[in-house]
Protein backbone atom coordinates (compact mmCIF):
# COMPACT_ATOMS: atom_id res chain seq x y z
CA UNK A 1 0.00 0.00 0.00
CA UNK A 2 2.87 2.33 0.72
CA UNK A 3 4.75 1.21 -2.59
CA UNK A 4 1.44 2.71 -4.28
CA UNK A 5 0.91 5.92 -2.11
CA UNK A 6 4.84 7.04 -3.54
CA UNK A 7 4.34 5.42 -7.13
CA UNK A 8 1.09 7.76 -6.95
CA UNK A 9 3.03 10.62 -5.45
CA UNK A 10 5.69 10.54 -8.09
CA UNK A 11 2.89 10.27 -11.19
CA UNK A 12 1.59 13.24 -9.59
CA UNK A 13 4.52 15.25 -9.98
CA UNK A 14 5.32 14.04 -12.98
CA UNK A 15 2.00 15.06 -14.51
CA UNK A 16 2.34 18.09 -12.96
CA UNK A 17 5.55 18.88 -14.95
CA UNK A 18 4.74 17.36 -17.98
CA UNK A 19 2.08 20.26 -17.80
CA UNK A 20 4.41 23.10 -17.53
CA UNK A 21 5.94 25.34 -20.68
CA UNK A 22 9.14 25.27 -21.09
CA UNK A 23 9.00 28.85 -20.24
CA UNK A 24 7.68 27.83 -16.75
CA UNK A 25 11.75 26.73 -16.08
CA UNK A 26 14.87 28.63 -15.93
CA UNK A 27 18.51 27.23 -15.52
CA UNK A 28 18.17 27.26 -11.57
CA UNK A 29 15.61 24.66 -11.85
CA UNK A 30 17.57 22.31 -14.53
CA UNK A 31 20.61 22.43 -12.11
CA UNK A 32 18.47 21.78 -8.88
CA UNK A 33 16.73 19.27 -10.83
CA UNK A 34 20.52 17.43 -12.45
CA UNK A 35 22.18 17.87 -8.70
CA UNK A 36 19.88 16.62 -6.71
CA UNK A 37 19.23 13.64 -8.59
CA UNK A 38 22.69 12.98 -8.34
CA UNK A 39 22.84 13.87 -4.45
CA UNK A 40 19.34 11.60 -4.03
CA UNK A 41 21.08 8.53 -6.17
CA UNK A 42 24.19 8.87 -3.59
CA UNK A 43 21.70 8.93 -0.89
CA UNK A 44 19.51 5.68 -1.97
CA UNK A 45 23.20 3.61 -2.53
CA UNK A 46 24.28 4.50 1.05
CA UNK A 47 20.51 3.99 2.67
CA UNK A 48 20.73 0.25 0.47
CA UNK A 49 23.91 -0.62 2.52
CA UNK A 50 22.24 -0.09 5.48
CA UNK A 51 19.38 -3.01 5.02
CA UNK A 52 22.80 -5.54 5.22
CA UNK A 53 25.31 -3.53 7.18
CA UNK A 54 23.23 -1.70 9.81
CA UNK A 55 23.37 -3.45 13.36
CA UNK A 56 20.42 -0.84 14.74
CA UNK A 57 17.17 -1.27 13.58
CA UNK A 58 16.11 2.02 14.44
CA UNK A 59 19.14 2.90 11.10
CA UNK A 60 17.65 0.33 9.03
CA UNK A 61 14.37 1.87 9.72
CA UNK A 62 15.47 5.13 8.62
CA UNK A 63 17.38 4.33 5.76
CA UNK A 64 14.34 2.59 4.36
CA UNK A 65 12.21 5.58 4.50
CA UNK A 66 15.18 7.95 2.65
CA UNK A 67 14.99 5.75 0.37
CA UNK A 68 11.41 5.49 0.29
CA UNK A 69 10.80 9.21 0.31
CA UNK A 70 13.60 9.94 -2.58
CA UNK A 71 13.23 7.31 -5.02
CA UNK A 72 9.94 9.02 -6.63
CA UNK A 73 11.59 11.95 -6.48
CA UNK A 74 14.48 10.87 -8.20
CA UNK A 75 11.57 9.75 -10.75
CA UNK A 76 10.03 12.64 -10.65
CA UNK A 77 13.63 15.09 -11.45
CA UNK A 78 14.03 12.83 -13.94
CA UNK A 79 10.59 13.66 -15.67
CA UNK A 80 11.10 17.19 -15.74
CA UNK A 81 14.27 17.00 -17.38
CA UNK A 82 13.29 15.16 -20.06
CA UNK A 83 9.47 17.25 -20.73
CA UNK A 84 12.31 20.45 -20.87
CA UNK A 85 14.38 18.20 -23.09
CA UNK A 86 17.50 18.86 -20.54
CA UNK A 87 20.09 15.87 -20.10
CA UNK A 88 20.09 14.35 -16.56
CA UNK A 89 24.07 15.17 -16.56
CA UNK A 90 24.97 16.91 -13.38
CA UNK A 91 25.48 20.63 -13.76
CA UNK A 92 28.44 22.64 -12.61
CA UNK A 93 26.51 25.77 -11.44
CA UNK A 94 23.06 26.52 -9.71
CA UNK A 95 23.32 24.58 -6.59
CA UNK A 96 26.71 25.28 -5.77
CA UNK A 97 29.23 23.06 -8.51
CA UNK A 98 28.02 19.70 -7.74
CA UNK A 99 31.67 17.27 -7.99
CA UNK A 100 30.61 13.88 -8.09
CA UNK A 101 34.13 12.48 -9.03
CA UNK A 102 35.75 13.43 -5.63
CA UNK A 103 36.61 16.76 -4.39
CA UNK A 104 35.74 19.73 -5.53
CA UNK A 105 33.03 21.45 -3.98
CA UNK A 106 31.17 18.60 -2.08
CA UNK A 107 31.33 19.87 1.35
CA UNK A 108 28.86 23.03 0.35
CA UNK A 109 26.57 19.96 -1.54
CA UNK A 110 26.92 16.94 1.28
CA UNK A 111 28.14 14.35 -1.07
CA UNK A 112 30.50 12.11 0.37
CA UNK A 113 33.82 11.20 -1.47
CA UNK A 114 34.65 8.18 -3.27
CA UNK A 115 37.12 7.38 -0.42
CA UNK A 116 34.18 7.83 2.23
CA UNK A 117 31.59 5.78 -0.25
CA UNK A 118 34.23 2.87 -0.28
CA UNK A 119 34.83 3.26 3.81
CA UNK A 120 30.92 2.75 4.06
CA UNK A 121 30.63 -0.45 1.94
CA UNK A 122 33.52 -1.67 4.38
CA UNK A 123 32.24 -1.02 7.17
CA UNK A 124 29.31 -2.95 9.33
CA UNK A 125 27.83 -3.21 12.69
CA UNK A 126 27.86 -0.38 14.93
CA UNK A 127 30.25 1.31 12.90
CA UNK A 128 28.27 1.07 9.87
CA UNK A 129 25.61 3.21 12.29
CA UNK A 130 27.76 5.68 13.26
CA UNK A 131 29.37 6.31 9.81
CA UNK A 132 25.77 6.46 8.27
CA UNK A 133 24.25 8.81 10.66
CA UNK A 134 27.35 10.82 10.09
CA UNK A 135 27.49 10.92 6.61
CA UNK A 136 23.70 11.00 6.30
CA UNK A 137 23.36 14.23 8.62
CA UNK A 138 25.77 15.77 6.34
CA UNK A 139 24.44 14.73 3.19
CA UNK A 140 20.94 16.10 4.04
CA UNK A 141 22.36 19.36 5.46
CA UNK A 142 23.90 20.02 1.66
CA UNK A 143 20.51 18.79 0.58
CA UNK A 144 18.49 21.06 2.17
CA UNK A 145 21.27 23.69 1.37
CA UNK A 146 20.53 23.22 -2.18
CA UNK A 147 16.68 23.15 -1.77
CA UNK A 148 17.15 26.68 -0.61
CA UNK A 149 19.20 27.75 -3.55
CA UNK A 150 16.24 26.40 -5.71
CA UNK A 151 13.40 28.30 -3.29
CA UNK A 152 15.69 31.39 -3.72
CA UNK A 153 16.48 31.28 -7.12
CA UNK A 154 14.30 29.30 -8.83
CA UNK A 155 10.98 29.76 -11.21
CA UNK A 156 9.53 26.24 -11.66
CA UNK A 157 6.47 26.10 -9.32
CA UNK A 158 6.53 21.99 -9.14
CA UNK A 159 10.45 22.29 -8.26
CA UNK A 160 10.25 24.65 -5.85
CA UNK A 161 7.15 22.42 -3.85
CA UNK A 162 9.29 19.99 -4.38
CA UNK A 163 12.39 21.83 -2.56
CA UNK A 164 10.16 22.36 0.75
CA UNK A 165 9.39 19.33 0.52
CA UNK A 166 13.16 18.12 1.09
CA UNK A 167 13.96 21.27 3.77
CA UNK A 168 10.90 19.94 5.88
CA UNK A 169 11.66 16.02 5.36
CA UNK A 170 15.13 16.06 5.83
CA UNK A 171 15.45 18.68 8.68
CA UNK A 172 13.15 16.20 10.37
CA UNK A 173 15.73 13.04 9.65
CA UNK A 174 18.45 15.53 10.75
CA UNK A 175 16.67 15.30 14.47
CA UNK A 176 16.16 11.93 14.08
CA UNK A 177 19.64 11.48 13.29
CA UNK A 178 21.14 13.90 15.77
CA UNK A 179 18.95 12.18 18.56
CA UNK A 180 20.45 8.77 17.32
CA UNK A 181 23.74 9.87 17.63
CA UNK A 182 23.31 11.29 21.14
CA UNK A 183 21.64 8.46 22.09
CA UNK A 184 25.03 6.37 21.47
CA UNK A 185 23.92 4.55 18.29
Keep these: MKRIALILFAGLFLVTACSGEAKD ?29 AAS ?9 IQAAQDPEIVTMKGWLSAWGE ?25 MSDAEMTEMRAATGPAFD ?7 TEHHQGAVSM ?6 RGRFAPAKQLARTIIGAQEKEITEMQALLAGGI
Design 25 to 53: HNAQDVSFARDMIAHHEQAVEMSTMAATQ
Design 130 to 136: RMFLTMM
Design 147 to 152: ARTELD
Design 87 to 111: SEGASSGGSGGMDHGGGGNMASTGM
Design 57 to 65: PRVKDLATR
